[in-house]
């Protein structure tokens, strides 16, 4: 091998290269968050739109059941709108105002969806807990005799409410054992990205 290299013409060949940037993603890379986002802002407005029935559900309690039961209810509603609202805008909301959307952008994107739909699915799990200690309640009212609480509440809180929450907590709950994987894959992948930039 010949050690006479023109170091000077090779340097100034290196400086004329291109450095590779990063590309943007196209249309196609860019439809799966796109979709993400107009399903989140769906989200967002039904859950705002069972706020606010059930704030007037409340009101309606307070109003046509006077007395301490008619209030306990209505303030249990009221808590559940006000925790509705609050949950809608912490976990919906920095999805829909993500903008980052080069390729490493779009790796934390879908990372912090994960994140937030873990979160999302533990609020739903608390809600269907809050549901159950309050169909205890009426059933722990009536048996102490303490209010008159009809039977057809009991029943129907006892039989179809309570099943319900609980077969939605243990779905929840797969739902996020296979979330937490998928969020363990995304945080290596965006690891990477911060790594090579």
């Not at 943007?24 to 799966?32: H, I, K, V």
């Not at 986002?37 to 309606?60: D, N, P």
Request: charged letters at 15%; one cysteine or more; proline letters at 3%.
């Amino acid at each position: 091998m010949a050690d006479n290299f023109d170091f000077a013409a090779l340097t100034k060949s290196w400086q004329q290269q291109k450095t590779p940037t990063e590309q943007l993603p196209n249309e196609t890379d860019l439809a799966q968050a796109t979709k993400r986002q107009r399903q989140q802002k769906w989200l967002m407005y039904g859950e705002w739109l069972s706020a606010v029935v059930m704030l007037t559900s409340a009101c309606w309690l307070a109003f046509t059941m006077p007395g301490w039961l008619g209030y306990l209810a209505a303030v249990f509603l009221t808590f559940g709108a006000l925790s509705t609202a609050y949950i809608g805008w912490t976990v919906h909301r920095p999805i829909l105002a993500y903008d980052n959307w080069s390729s490493s952008g779009l790796v934390q994107f879908r990372a912090r969806a994960c994140q937030l739909t873990l979160r999302y699915y533990l609020y739903t799990q608390l809600s269907c807990v809050a549901l159950m200690l309050f169909s205890g309640l009426l059933w722990l009212l009536e048996w102490r005799k303490l209010a008159e609480i009809p039977t057809d509440l009991l029943l129907f809180y006892s039989l179809v409410v309570c099943p319900l929450c609980l077969l939605m907590m243990l779905r929840l709950q797969q739902k996020k054992r296979q979330k937490v994987t998928e969020l363990d894959q995304l945080s290596n992948l965006v690891d990477d990205f911060q790594r090579s930039e």
